[in-house]
């Protein structure tokens, strides 16, 4: 199918990018790398009159580590994914685009659109969460950060603003005596697809290999990603790697969620998958556990 008509205009600034969505109001929509977006305008489910194309716009696609992590929000998705920076800082993230579909599709799709898109089942989103990220927005008014806990709204919706682009996603430092580990794991119909369900790990550990802090945070099993609290809370003081404690957390996980049944999985399945994934991606990421990670 075809799109229906539209105007597509460059933006050499982040300033111009925000003044043409300000004023081309409800009918115009940010284009970064178009994975998802050319598709749902070639389906009709999207018909924005103007497109204003954010692919190229100079500023936007930087990795840097300036005390914090900082992906541009145009950065490729296979550039974050080959950048040795965000594998020294944040390796949850390297892990979690592994998941992200297929090379092609990274090449063109950012890490900021995947961010904005804010489909419940992507693997980014989940990601972030675990990692304690803020999304910086640009504005009419300004600048503004928002934590990744309150990114999220609903089903392929943010809280950023008609009229704002997001500019960049960090992510806080860890020092670098921190003992960490991590591992994001999905269940999929095929490598590639989006997740049934996803699991983000984040562990930080004393001397001792105790847990001393962990974030849980799942996708696909809610309209947003979600933090697995309870969990969370009963790992800590456990030691990392211990089977009846990853075994317990994965039950804490699962406990209270209401996934959606849909033609791919159940939503018993998906709970199911839940528990086990939670456990498996906990003792993934305990580097004391056979096969985990430092
Ligand atoms: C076959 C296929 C398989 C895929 N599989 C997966 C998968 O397994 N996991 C996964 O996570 N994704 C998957 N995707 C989606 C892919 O990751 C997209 O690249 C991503 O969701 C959107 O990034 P984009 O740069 O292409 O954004 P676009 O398609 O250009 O934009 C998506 C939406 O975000 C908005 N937007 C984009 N950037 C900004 C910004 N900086 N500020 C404000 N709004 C913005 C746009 O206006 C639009 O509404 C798949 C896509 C395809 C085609």
Not at 110 to 120: K, N
Not at 130 to 137: G, I, K, P, T
């Amino acid at each position: 199918m075809k799109p229906a008509p539209f105007v597509h205009l460059s933006a050499g600034s982040i300033d111009e990018a925000v003044a043409l969505l300000l004023e081309h109001g409800d009918d115009v929509k940010i284009l970064a790398g178009g994975q998802s977006l050319v598709p749902l305008m070639n389906m009709r489910l999207a018909q924005p009159a103007v497109l204003v194309d954010i692919g190229r716009t100079p500023g936007l696609d930087a990795i840097a580590v300036d005390g914090a992590l900082r992906i541009g929000a145009t950065a490729r998705q296979s550039a974050v994914l080959r950048s040795p920076a965000v594998a020294a800082a944040a390796p949850l993230l390297t892990d979690a685009l592994q998941w992200v579909s297929h090379p092609a599709i990274r090449n063109r799709g950012t890490f900021g659109g995947s961010v904005a898109h804010a489909d419940a089942a992507a693997e980014l989103p989940s990601a972030l969460l675990a990692l304690d990220a803020e999304m910086v927005a640009r504005g009419p008014q300004g600048e503004r950060t928002i934590p990744a806990g309150d990114f999220f709204v609903t089903y392929f919706t943010s809280a950023l603003e008609e009229d704002e682009v997001l500019t960049e996603v960090r992510v806080p430092p860890r020092s670098p005596a921190e003992r960490t580990g991590a591992k994001f794991l999905e269940i999929a119909r095929r490598h590639g697809d989006f997740a049934l369900v996803g699991v983000a790990v984040s562990l930080s550990l004393d001397a001792e290999d105790a847990i001393a802090g962990a974030r849980v945070a799942l996708c696909g099993v809610a309209d947003v990603p979600l933090r697995a609290r309870a969990a969370e809370a009963a790992l800590v003081g456990t030691r990392a790697g211990d089977v009846a404690a990853a075994t317990e957390a994965g039950r804490l996980a699962a406990e209270g969620l209401e996934p959606p049944s849909d033609v791919h999985a159940s939503a018993r399945y998906r709970v199911d998958a839940a528990t086990t994934l939670v456990r498996r991606a906990l003792l993934a990421a305990s580097p004391t556990a056979p096969g985990g990670e430092r």
